[in-house]
Every structure is written in C-alpha cells, then in structure tokens.
C-alpha cells in the first residue's frame, strides 16, 4: 500500500481503500474514506405499479379515516348549531377532545421514554435459529429495533388511556367546584370537596399508580432479559445504567403510594372504602400520617439506591412500606370493623350528623311524618285513585286502532295531573312510528317512505279516561296535530320548512353540497346528498333520551313522560348525578345499578314532541352540585326560573329519587320488624297537595310497606314548586285486604294503590280479566276497595263502592253510573263492528262482536258463584 493521493490500492478482494483527494488522478471523481462498495449486479428496477398501488392505498385510507372524522365534526356542530344554547354543547366536545389528548400524549411520551431509555444500553440484539447441525445467529438492525421501541411506547400509551373518555366531566368540575357551605364533622371539609375535587383527584392517582407500576414492571423485565439487572440471595444488582432508571421508578412508585396515603382520610370519609365504624374509621385516620412517612422514607431510599448500590436498604425501605400499608390499612380497620359491626354506634352524635349528610346526599332535607293530603270522602276517591296501570292502558290503546295512524304505535302513558273528564284518572299516551311492522312489509318500503312520509311522524296525543271499569279513549286537541320527536324515534326525518316552519329551529338546513355530503356521510344515508334534499331540513338524534344524553353526558336521564303544557306536548325527563363518594353517607342501591352513596335530580330536560325545541333547566330544589354544573354549561342549562309554569305545575317526582328516600326511611326506623314492599313497586296517584285546598291535584309517587298484615308505613312524595317533598306515614294498626291472587287463565291483579280518605286509609285494586298469552285486558272482572276496616268488592266500582258503604254502615248510595259508561262503550263497539262490516273486514268485525259479548256479559258460562277475595 501507498500514500500517494488519487491512486486506488486495493486492501482485499472487492474492497479498495479510497483516498478524499483528486490529486490529479484522471477519470476519478471526488471519492469518500470509507470502503468501496461491494462488486454486484446492479439492483433491479422497482416495479412502478406497486408502488403507485401503496401509494393510493395509502391515500384512501387516510381520505377515508380523515373524510370520516371532518364529515362527523361538520355533522355534530351543525346539529349544536339548531340546539338552544348549543354553543356550549360545542365548547364541552372541545374541552373533551383536548382532555383525552393531553392524557393519551403524557401516556405515550411516558412509555417511549421509559423504552427508549431501555434501548440505549442495549448495544445489539442477536437471533439465533437452527438449521440442522448449523446455528445461525443473526443481528438486529438498530433501525428496526428503534421501531419497535417507538411502537411499543405507541401501544403503552393507547392501553393505558382505555376508558378515560369521560375525564373531562371530572375534570371541568374540579376547575369549577361546587360549594355547599357545609362541612363534614370529621375533617371539616366542603361536602363540594368530596364531589367536585375528589374523584378527578383520585383519577389522577390510580392513573399514575398504573403508569408508574406498568413501566416499573415492564423495564425491570427488560433489564433481567438483557442480564443488567439479577438478583443474588434475593437482593437486586444492576449496572450503572439500570439501576439508575429502576432507581427513579421506585422513587415515583413510592411517591405515589404516599399520595395514596394522603388521599386515604378523605377517601375514608368519603365511603370509598365501604363503610366503617368509627374505631375504624380513627384507625385508618391515625394510620395515614404514618404510611405517608414510611412513603417519603423508601422513596429517599430507592434514590440512594439508583446512585449506590446498596441493595439491603432498598428491601428494607420496601418492606417497611408494604408492612405499615397492610397493618395501617388492612389488617387493623377490617379487625375493628368486623369485632363492632353489629353493635351499635355509641357515638350518638355522629350517628345524628350521618343522617343528616344521608338526607342531603339523597334529597331527602325533611320528612313529612305526617298523613299525606288525603281525599274528602270514599266516593271522590273511587273515582279519582286509578285503577289501571300505564303497560296495561298502552296495550288497551293499541287495540284502538280507529284512533291512531296506521303506521304508528302508543310508546308511553303517562298519568296526568288534570282530568279530562269529571275529576277522573286520567292517562295520556302519546304514539311513536311502527317501524317494526313496516320492515315487515313486502316489498320493503323505500328510503323516501321511512324518512319522508307518514312513517317519519305521528299524530296527536290520546287521552285515556277511566270510566268506571272501561277506558274511554278520545284525541288530545294539541296546538299542533303532528308530532316528529319522542322516546323510540330511531330514525332521522326530513321534512319541508314551508310546511312545518317550526322545524326550522331545531332542525339542520340542508344546504349546500358539502353539508348535505358531510350529513349524509356521517348518517350513512347517500340518499341526503342528492341535489332533490336542497332545501329541506333533516331532523336528527329525534329520540329524547338520546338527544338529552347527547346535551348533558355528565347525567343519566330516567324514561321520559309526557305531560300536556299550553296545548303543546312536551316529554321531560329528570337527568340525575351520581356519586360513589359522600362523607359518612352508607350506600344505596339505585334500582338495579351500582350501590351510590349520593344519588340527585339535577336538571331536568323538556322536548318539545313537535317542534323539537329542547331545553335544560334546573329543577326544583337543585343542590349545588347542579348549580355548578350550570355554571359551567350556560346557557345550555337554564335556571328554574326559566321552567315554563305550565310544565314546573306537572313535573312529576323523581322515580330514582323516590327509590332512594323510601330506602332511607326504611333505614332510619327504629323498630326491628322485617318490612315488605306493598306494592312492590312505586305507584302514581293524583291527589291533592293540601287537606280541603283549592289548588289543583298533583301527580303524587308512594310507596307502601307491610308488617305482617298491617301496614308498617305509607311513603309519599310529590314535586313542589319550592322542591320536593317526602311524607312518611304510620297509620298504627291499619290493616291491609287479603293479597289478590288472579287466575292464570282469566285474570290477573292490578296495581294496589293505597292512600288516605278522611285520616283512615284507603286501597283500591282491581282483578283484570286477561287473556293467559298476555295480551291486553279486555275489562276488569271484580273492583276491591276498603276503607279503614270495611271491605267491598263489586263488578264495577260503583257496585264496590256501594258495598263498601253498605259494610260501613253508611245510608250514602252514590248514583250507579257503571250502567251509563257499559252502555257507552257498547254503543262505540256495536258502531265499529258495524263499520267494520260494511267494509268487509271480517276479522276486525269478529273481534269487535267478541268485545261486545264480552262487556254484555253474552255467552259466559258461570263456573262458580262470584268470587270472593282470592
């Protein structure tokens, strides 16, 4: 070899040394220092097609995922848009966007990094495999390995994030907090505390105690794989390198377990640790400034680790801090609890403020322990106390099908608070489109038939009026005589703006092609991106509870009822928060749910059933924690004082609520006696809200319950426009009727209402004549009613009523106006059957001729004498 520049020596066999320098050397170009490729055939030409083919696929997937993602953005503001105070609507989607952004960020940057760091001590990775007697050994690129050291990171951060979707409720409430001005009695914090800051608090930490415990896990696995970290006589070693990045780890593991032990107090108090005596509770609160100290200690101690091996402290700092959590958090509160758990509480006065803070969490500030407004007389509330029931009422209208459309069904029923006929009970039952029956068309109906024509609405309202043992059915002469929204509206509309002009509010305008493209991509409908839908407006997310869920994902809405306000009708539905922390509160179950220690109707949603006009309010006697959500969403949850009177004179009780407080009673009574529910569930009666007032009735919710044969205590509730109101009964020595047992091929009992007629109780239930395929009644067979201790029954209610009298003793003899409403509805049958002939339709004319038979009483064999009481 030589040093003379711009000469090529060879240094091995296709491998020549090349000098930086010309030199003057003909025909070569400036050439590097590093070795000279290899001699080798020259690389075949890619194909072009291939490439091209990657490329397109590539981008339509990426138009595919991003045309999707900005046609649903262009859908949902332009819904926001047609939605009262919907621009706070779009600000929450905002917020929610950027919450689980930073979340998703900070978990991927935390698992790359951790990986990353990883990835630095390893200098190469090796993969042996066998080919017979030869083992051939393999090397990683690095490339490669930083790939998957990148997507590894990538996929930490996406598991870790799962279900944090919902953190920006939490989030914009801590920014935000509610304000009580009450103070728990033993840390003598804010109950706004335990609601608002609390659960966004304890959601940071288990987030962290994930973060920090998967990549302690994870990285010391790591280490042991590559031989950086080992153990000898169960003490760990590692290199510089290693036990410098476990070192840290450890120290924020142990950070945040002492966080946990700070948090423990509240967390305590809160009930987020089941509920506790109190020596457990003082157990537990002596505990944590302990844990929290041995906490501050092992992280000391995993630092030292990290910068000097010293692998004895380490287990040492470690084992003290999982011993003093056990003892401090385990052992000795589950002890104490399990040695007082059927005493009694000999702290009086924590007992006293357990159930006052017990009230508050459940909206139960004061108990009425008194007789609710009861009705004047027997005969006024025979006939005011309903006797059927809203499954029972719907299945009987939907049989009427002369007074409703025929591509719709009745889809709720709901008890209204003014009579429609002489201070009778009265149900109002509003209609839904039967889409089911029109799937089952042939041929199937079009895309203009579901979303265009009389499928995509229905009519008015139906009133159903209990005529003594019959219902009487008659249209509701609403202001409006079509309606587009209401419960099980599944699809979306489109309608004429010339023709509804109300529509044009709450509906979205389809103008302009990239919005109808944008709807019509979001909706999976082509059909709204032709040019014919220019113009029109589509009515969207047309169910109520889906359309309030969308507006307040923060609450839970119940079942909506319709209520009939200034001629229009409206569908409201009660939306409740719910905790699972609240000081010294003991959890209830929430029908069926998860066991919540704080349970409120916080806002309550109204939509109008023709007009879809929307809105939130706050309803009456709404706590801080609805206000300061209000706070945070105005103007899209209005104030009380917004609530129309019309709709605020109807709301009816909460039925959650309800379940919550009859809960509450059962557990502050003082006796020992086994209670059962009588009914078994909450019924509706209106009633009115003060003994021999005036004012009009209110729809009131209650709930009996039994001790033996007598009745234990009557509770009931209704909504005042200053709040609710509970009432809790104890009558003494009130004796139930005998429980009503129908037969399983004719009849079946209805619903038990019990209330109080002149301070003496007063039941009412009747014996359904039903068919054992369940469908609907065809009448009622026996009306049972009692008053105090007299007893009578009666095929109809006045014959009840007149036999209840007559045991009493009493001269009254109301009027018998079974015979007017039988003769009534027999002239309505004899009308339908006949109409039914003449046009043919034998079936119809056949079941209407069995309905007349059967309220005559015509062709009935008589089995047996009339029954008593079963």
């Known amino acids: 070899m030589g040093t003379v520049a711009g000469i090529e020596y060879p240094a091995g066999a296709g491998a020549p040394l090349r000098s930086g320098h010309r030199g003057g050397a003909r025909f070569l170009q400036d050439r590097s220092r590093e070795l000279a490729r290899r001699s080798e055939p020259g690389r075949v030409k890619p194909v072009v097609r291939r490439r091209a083919l990657l490329v397109g696929v590539g981008l339509l997937v990426a138009v595919l995922v991003g ?70 050994v393999e090397a990683v690129p690095q490339p490669l390995l930083l790939a998957g050291t990148i997507a590894c990171g990538l996929l930490f951060g996406f598991l870790l994030t799962l279900g944090t979707g919902g953190w920006w409720m939490p989030a914009a409430l801590a920014s935000r907090p509610p304000t009580f001005g009450i103070a728990d009695p033993v840390l003598q914090r804010d109950l706004g505390f335990y609601l608002g800051q609390l659960p966004w608090t304890e959601r940071l930490r288990e987030l962290a105690l994930a973060a920090v415990c998967a990549a302690t896990v994870v990285v010391a696995l790591l280490y042991l794989g590559i031989g950086s970290l080992r153990f000898r006589r169960w003490l760990p070693y590692a290199n510089a390198h290693a036990r410098a990045h476990v070192g840290v780890l450890l120290a924020l593991l142990a950070l945040t377990l002492t966080w946990g032990a700070l948090l423990d107090p509240a967390e305590s108090v809160a009930g987020l640790h089941g509920a506790l005596t109190r020596r457990a509770l003082d157990a537990r609160l002596a505990a944590a400034p302990i844990v929290a100290g041995v906490g501050v200690a092992t992280t000391v101690v995993s630092l030292v680790w990290g910068l000097r091996e010293k692998p004895l402290l380490l287990v040492t700092g470690w084992g003290a801090l999982v011993a003093a959590s056990l003892l401090g958090f385990a052992i000795v509160p589950a002890s104490l609890a399990s040695a007082g758990r059927n005493a009694a509480d ?31 007389s027997p005969e006024v509330a025979a006939t005011a106390v309903p006797m059927w029931d809203g499954q029972r009422v719907l299945a009987a209208a939907a049989s009427r099908r002369s007074l409703i459309r025929p591509q719709s069904t009745p889809t709720a029923a709901g008890l209204s608070a003014h009579s429609f006929g002489d201070a009778r009970a009265t149900w109002l039952v509003a209609l839904r489109p039967d889409l089911d029956s029109l799937a089952l068309r042939q041929p199937p109906p079009g895309w203009d038939a579901i979303h265009r024509g009389a499928s995509a609405r229905v009519g008015r309202p139906v009133a159903a009026v209990e ?110 928060f719910a905790g699972e922390a609240f000081p010294l509160a003991r959890p209830v179950d929430d029908g069926g749910r998860d066991s919540v220690r704080y349970l409120h109707a916080g806002v309550v949603g109204a939509v109008n059933a023709a007009t879809g006009d929307t809105r939130l309010y706050l309803p009456p006697g709404a706590d801080s924690l609805a206000a300061a959500w209000a706070r945070l969403l105005a103007p899209l949850i209005r104030p009380l004082d917004s609530l129309p009177p019309a709709l605020r004179s109807q709301l009816p009780f909460p039925g959650r609520a309800f379940r ?23 019924f509706e009666i209106v ?70 007629v002149a301070r003496a109780l007063f039941s009412e239930q009747a014996l359904f004549t039903q068919a054992p395929a369940g469908g609907p009644p065809t009448g009622i067979d026996t009306v049972f009613l009692s008053w105090g201790d007299h007893r009578g029954q009666g095929r109809s209610v006045t014959a ?17 106006t079974a015979l007017a409403a039988r003769w009534r509805r027999a002239q309505q049958l004899a009308a339908q059957a006949d109409a039914a002939l003449a046009a043919g339709d034998l079936e119809r004319f056949g079941q209407l001729y069995a309905q007349l038979k059967e309220l005559l009483g015509l062709g009935r064999r008589k089995l047996a004498p009339t029954p008593e009481r079963r």
């Open 346 to 376: 000999p702290d009086t006065a924590l007992t006293a403020e357990r159930q006052r803070l017990e009230g508050l969490a459940f909206g139960v500030t004061t108990l009425v322990e008194r007789a609710p407004p009861g009705f004047p």
């Open 687 to 756: 009633a009115p809200t003060i003994d021999g007032s005036a004012e009009p009735h209110r729809v009131w919710m209650a709930q009996g319950f039994e001790a033996g044969s007598t009745l234990a205590v009557l509770v009931a509730a209704t909504m005042t426009p200053d709040g609710p109101q509970v009432w809790k009964w104890r009558p003494g020595t009130a004796r139930l009727p005998p429980l009503l047992v129908g037969s399983p091929n004719t009849t079946a009992p209805g619903v038990p209402r019990l209330w109080t």
């Open 467 to 576: 005529d003594d043992t019959v219902l009487t059915f008659a249209p509701v002469a609403t202001r409006d005589s079509t309606m587009w929204f209401g419960p099980r509206f599944t699809e979306f509309a489109v309608a004429t703006a010339d023709t509804w002009p109300a529509l044009r509010q709450s509906g979205i305008a389809l103008a302009g092609w990239w919005r109808r493209t944008a709807l019509a991509w979001a909706l999976q409908s082509p059909a709204l991106a032709r040019r014919e839908t220019d113009g029109l407006v589509l009515l969207w997310r047309r169910d109520v509870l889906e359309r309030l869920g969308r507006l307040a994902p923060f609450a839970t809405f119940d079942a909506a009822v319709p209520v009939l306000a200034d001629s229009a009708l409206w569908w409201v539905a009660y939306g409740y």
């Open 800 to 816: 009840a009523l007149h036999s209840l009298l007559a045991s009493s003793g009493e001269a009254r003899s109301p009027a018998d």
């Open 67 to 136: 045309g999707r993602w900005v046609a649903l953005e262009t859908a949902e503001r332009a819904w926001g848009a047609s939605l009262p105070g919907g621009s706070a609507y779009l600000t929450a989607r905002d917020f929610a966007r950027l919450v689980s952004g930073l979340l998703l960020v900070g978990a991927i940057a935390w698992g790359t990094a951790n990986l990353l760091f990883v990835y630095r001590s390893i200098g190469s990775m090796q993969l042996s495999r066998r080919l017979g007697d030869l083992e051939i």
């Open 660 to 682: 919550a407080a009859t809960a509450l009673v059962e557990r502050w009574r003082s006796d020992t006696t086994t209670w059962s529910a009588r009914p078994r569930d909450p």
